[in-house]
Structures are given as C-alpha cells and as structure tokens.
C-alpha cells in the first residue's frame, strides 16, 4: 500500500509517446504517476494497491475510456476519473461525464490547463479527503450492490452460493473500507457516490419511456 504523502495518479493510454509526455507533465505537480498502456492491467492495479486519480484516454483499442471507468469505480467508487478526449468525441465525453468522470478535457492538451484541471480535482473532489483509496475486491463490489438493493447477509449468499459467514465477512470489510458503522450510514455514502439511483430519477426515466411510447 501507499505509505507516501504523494498523490498517486494513474495514467492509461495506448500511445508509449503520450504516456511519456503526459507523465512527465504530471511530475510537475509533485505527484506519483504510473501509466498504462491499456484498462485490464490499470485495474490489475487498481484493485491491488489503489490510486488517488484516475486519467484516461477515451478512445482506445479494446477496453475504452468509458469501460475502464465504470469497472475502476466498482473496485474504488470515491475515485475521481479525468477523461482526455479528441474533439469529435464531445458527446461521448458528456456521456462519460454523466456516468461518473470528474471531469473532461480536450485534445490537443494545453499544458497549463491540464495540469491546473488535475491540481483543482485532487484538491476539490470531497471523496479523496473522505475515503480511502484502498480499492473493493471484485467480491466485495458484487456483495455491495446486493446491499444496496436491500438484501440480508443470508439471501446475498443463497443468490452467491457463499456461506452465510463469509458475506458478514466481506460485509464487515466494506463498511471498515467506508469508514461506517450501520447499514443505513453505508447507503447514505453510496448515495453521496451516485452508486444509487434515486426515486426522482427512476420516476424521470419513467415518464421518458411513457411519452416515447406515446409518440
């Protein structure tokens, strides 16, 4: 695990040229860069030792930007995600935006932009100061989704084929890792991490479907 106090920004592009550049520009503001050359072996990493930021090219060969995002944020669901994209890919960028990125910036990156748009999110995104970067095992980010739906210790593990031992386990491991002590503190946090889909925007989506149906 991390024992500097140097925040810990991962890097995923396919292009070794961007990945030199943008590591080097990113040492400037006095952190710890490790890149990627694509998702599958970031989130190897992820989910072993963790990171403060995630930044990601949005386009790239197998698992995209968008992919890597969504997986990355089932094992750590605080981690601010910074997604770099080309100009054409503008709606694709806001979709990512609206699935969880902290943010966006276009390519080709401007030097002093990037790197004061990373310095406001590590400062600014509340979920650094809040939780820690120590990632969910990919066990425990399946058994907190069943939490969040409502269910027991022992309907989680007749639907895992697990012991009901093991889920209160992995039950106790979650809420250490968002720092609660009942169930009703971790669906606050989870909520707060937009991991929950709330009424208001279960019902919006409704009447979506009920006029296109109507049309």
């Not at 990373?118 to 509340?126: R, Y």
């Not at 058994?143 to 895992?160: F, H, M, Q, T, V």
Request: hydrophobic share 35%; proline share 5%; aromatic share 6%.
């Amino acid at each position: 695990m991390k024992k500097e106090n140097k925040k810990y920004i991962y890097f995923v592009d396919d292009e070794p040229t961007v990945r030199k550049v943008i590591s080097e520009t990113l040492e400037q503001l006095d952190v710890k860069v490790t890149c990627f050359a694509g998702g599958p072996e970031c989130l190897e990493q992820i989910e072993s030792q963790g990171c403060d930021m995630l930044i990601t090219d949005l386009k790239m060969p197998g698992m995209d930007g968008l992919e890597l995002m969504r997986k990355a944020k089932e094992l750590a669901p605080w981690l601010p995600v910074l997604v770099i994209t080309a100009y054409g890919d503008i709606p694709l960028a806001v979709k990512t935006v609206k699935s969880g990125a902290a943010d966006f910036i276009e390519k080709p990156l401007e030097k002093e932009t990037f790197l004061r748009k990373v310095h406001t999110i590590l400062q600014n995104n509340p979920h650094i100061k809040k939780y820690p970067s120590k990632p969910l095992t990919k066990s425990e980010s399946q058994i907190l989704k069943y939490l969040i739906d409502g269910k027991n210790n022992r309907e989680i593990a007749e639907s895992l084929h697990r012991s009901v031992r093991t889920i209160e386990v992995h039950r106790y491991r979650i809420m250490q890792k968002f720092n609660v002590e009942s169930i009703v503190d971790l669906i606050k946090k989870a909520a707060v991490l937009g991991l929950i889909e709330m009424p208001n925007n279960k019902k919006s989506q409704a009447q979506k479907r009920r006029k296109k149906n109507n049309k």
